[in-house]
């Protein structure tokens, strides 16, 4: 067979060519004929192609290039022959949210996305679930997050909200992008696939979708998308296991609550002002002295000044106080005083009738224990011991009178005469000056304020103990050493040793430890020269107490008197009357 066109191609094409110049009557005899034509057609490589190109209306092949503003671009969407798409072209389509979006009628159908919907974020309310590996108390964490959707562009941005203490780093699990979709090339996740009772997987970890807010389903119901009502988060097993363990928890020392903010933020800058008077014509020189309380409600903190009148020859400095919490209690030795009043003495009651309930307004057994002084304290009549001074508050401004109206419910404020205590104290009548404290007591007594001795307005006298000079004069230089040991059952004080050293010329004691190599203790001074207390007693120790064999307590460390040097023992073999205790072992 020669080389060249076969003849059944010919033939093919002539009759091709015939068929086209005339029309069938109808498209089925057409096809018909068309196929019986396939058949005739040799199953050879090169031979076989695509008939249908015969009948279509048109052979013009769209071309893929073309120009969008003097630049070269390529039509990714423009179809094949005919105007019929290519294969996959309809799967390869790149599908965004423009196309549910409804137009924006304001601006025209031609606005962008990022213009119309600029700064429009959907919210959903999510969760996923997280194992949680060889634990009791949870198998798996619930961990609560936000889904944003920016309208603008399709990009979905994650976060979880930050729970304190949880130990768990939070804040951004994914940053704003867009998210592709599982086992779909190319394409990403659009405002249809996120609605309510939905579950998204954003890079293998799947979400469920409990709720979102009120824009994002005022939104979705605008596109036409039902949005289901929202679901309550499943609980997290440690949460619950963690509130049971606190519901069995209860306090047994509850702490009140601490208000201090919230008390300087309501009370700043409130200040009570009282006109006091201080009786110091007991002391040398003393007069009556006018003072002025401010009580800063913000913190509870007290400033005295002093009213000075012209050409007094006081100070010009009238800060008698600085401002600070004020104590309720006497600081001992302080007015000239070692110790404390004896109980039942009018210092005493005063001191203590100043924090009882007799000056309270409203008090409550909490008040009684409170240590420092309060505005409840603060009334007309009542006497203070500021620091050993009895204060006695006389009158107050009008601010005051109105905070205690508003706050306690007092009417009557009737003033002390400060004239006519002035006139009591140039008397020096003790009688006259109980009558007319009394009185003002009396007369405050809407406020709480009971009446006060005469005796409470003057501080005790009590003196320390005059040195005997005699004795100083005699045993001047004089030290007695005597070693002792610790009366203890511990192993590590059993072999501990010291000096005691008594100074006869006053009374004093001093207790020194050598030092013992390996014994773990550093030796030194253990209590320095000082006139000690007698253990359960109101008395010193002197040298009546002292011999070899006797017991002494110093600040609870009990010692027991070993020996004493030979100047001891020869000293107290002179002097019986004063070592009665050594006289009587010796005898």
Same mark, same amino acid.
Do not use: W
């Given at each position: 067979m020669p080389l060249g066109r076969p003849p059944a191609v010919a033939n093919l094409h002539g009759r091709a060519t015939q068929h086209a110049a005339t029309t069938p009557s109808t498209e089925d005899d057409y096809s018909a004929s068309i196929r019986e034509l396939e058949k005739s057609l040799p199953f050879l490589p090169g031979h076989t192609f695509d008939i249908e190109k015969i009948t279509a209306p048109n052979h013009r092949k769209s071309h893929a290039f073309d120009y969008c503003n003097t630049v070269s671009v390529f039509k990714s969407e423009a179809p094949g022959i005919a105007g019929k798409p290519l294969p996959n072209q309809e799967k390869a389509k790149i599908h965004t949210s423009v196309n549910l979006y409804p137009h924006s009628k304001g601006l025209g159908e031609n606005v962008p996305t990022w213009v119309a919907f600029d700064r429009k974020v959907l919210r959903f309310y999510a969760y996923f679930q997280e194992a949680v590996h060889e634990k009791r108390e949870e198998q798996y964490r619930v961990r609560k997050v936000n889904i944003y959707f920016y309208l603008e562009d399709d990009t979905i941005h994650v976060s979880e909200p930050k729970t304190p203490n949880s130990g768990i780093p939070q804040g951004t699990l994914i940053r704003r992008h867009r998210i592709p979709r599982n086992a779909e090339n190319g394409q990403h996740y659009i405002i249809s696939d996120l609605n309510v009772e939905?579950?998204?997987? +954003?890079?293998?970890?799947? +979400?469920?979708?409990?709720?979102? %807010?009120?824009?994002?389903?005022? +939104?979705?119901?605008h596109l036409g998308i039902s949005v289901p009502p929202a679901t309550p988060f499943p609980p997290n097993p440690y949460d619950v296991h963690r509130l049971e363990l606190l519901s069995r928890m209860k306090a047994t020392r509850p702490c009140p609550p601490k208000t201090s903010l919230k008390k300087f933020l309501e009370n700043d800058r409130r200040v009570l002002r009282f006109y006091c008077i201080w009786d110091d014509t007991n002391s040398v020189f003393g007069d009556v002295r006018h003072m002025v309380v401010h009580y800063y409600?913000?913190?509870?903190?007290? =400033?005295?000044?002093?009213?000075?009148?012209?050409? /007094?020859?006081?100070?010009?400095?009238? &800060? +008698?106080?600085?401002?600070?919490?004020?104590?309720?209690?006497?600081?001992?030795?302080?007015?000239?005083?070692?110790?404390?009043?004896?109980?039942?003495?009018?210092? %005493? #009651?005063? !001191?203590?009738?100043?924090?009882?309930?007799?000056?309270?307004?409203?008090?409550? /057994?909490?008040?009684?224990? =409170?240590?420092?002084? /309060? =505005?409840? %304290?603060?009334?007309?009549?009542?006497?203070?011991?500021?620091?050993?001074?009895?204060?006695?508050?006389?009158d107050c401004d009008e601010f005051t009178r109105e905070y205690y109206r508003e706050k306690y419910g007092l009417e009557e404020f009737d003033p002390v005469r400060l004239e006519d205590y002035e006139a009591a104290g140039e008397d020096n009548d003790d009688d006259a000056? !109980? #009558? &007319?404290?009394? #009185?003002?007591?009396?007369?405050? #007594?809407?406020?709480? !304020?009971?009446?006060? /001795?005469?005796?409470?307005?003057?501080?005790?006298? %009590? =003196?320390?103990?005059?040195?005997?000079?005699?004795?100083?004069?005699?045993?001047d230089g004089v030290a007695l050493r005597y070693s002792a040991v610790l009366a203890t059952g511990k192993q590590v004080d059993r072999d501990r040793r010291f000096v005691i050293s008594l100074f006869p010329s006053d009374d004093a004691i001093a207790v020194f430890e050598p030092h013992q190599r390996n014994s773990g203790i550093i030796g030194g001074k253990f209590l320095e020269r000082k006139r000690i207390k007698a253990h359960n007693q109101d008395r010193f120790y002197d040298a009546s107490d002292f011999a070899i064999g006797a017991q002494l307590t110093f600040h609870n460390h009990p010692f027991i008197i070993t020996g004493a040097d030979d100047y001891a023992v020869k000293f107290m073999d002179q002097h019986p009357e004063q070592f009665p205790k050594h006289h009587q072992k010796c005898a």
């Open positions: 939905k579950e998204v997987t +954003f890079y293998a970890r799947t +979400f469920k979708i409990v709720g979102c %807010d009120e824009f994002t389903r005022e +939104f979705l119901t409600l913000s913190d509870d903190t007290i =400033e005295i000044r002093e009213s000075i009148p012209p050409n /007094s020859g006081r100070e010009s400095n009238t &800060l +008698f106080l600085r401002r600070c919490r004020l104590p309720k209690k006497k600081p001992k030795g302080f007015y000239g005083q070692l110790s404390e009043a004896p109980e039942g003495t009018g210092a %005493d #009651a005063a !001191a203590a009738g100043a924090g009882t309930a007799s000056h309270y307004i409203g008090a409550t /057994s909490a008040d009684a224990a =409170e240590p420092y002084f /309060s =505005e409840r %304290d603060l009334t007309i009549g009542a006497v203070l011991h500021l620091n050993g001074r009895p204060f006695v508050i006389c000056a !109980a #009558a &007319l404290v009394a #009185a003002a007591a009396a007369g405050g #007594a809407a406020h709480g !304020a009971a009446a006060a /001795s005469a005796a409470s307005l003057i501080p005790s006298q %009590d =003196e320390p103990p005059r040195p005997d000079f005699r004795k100083m004069m005699a045993y």
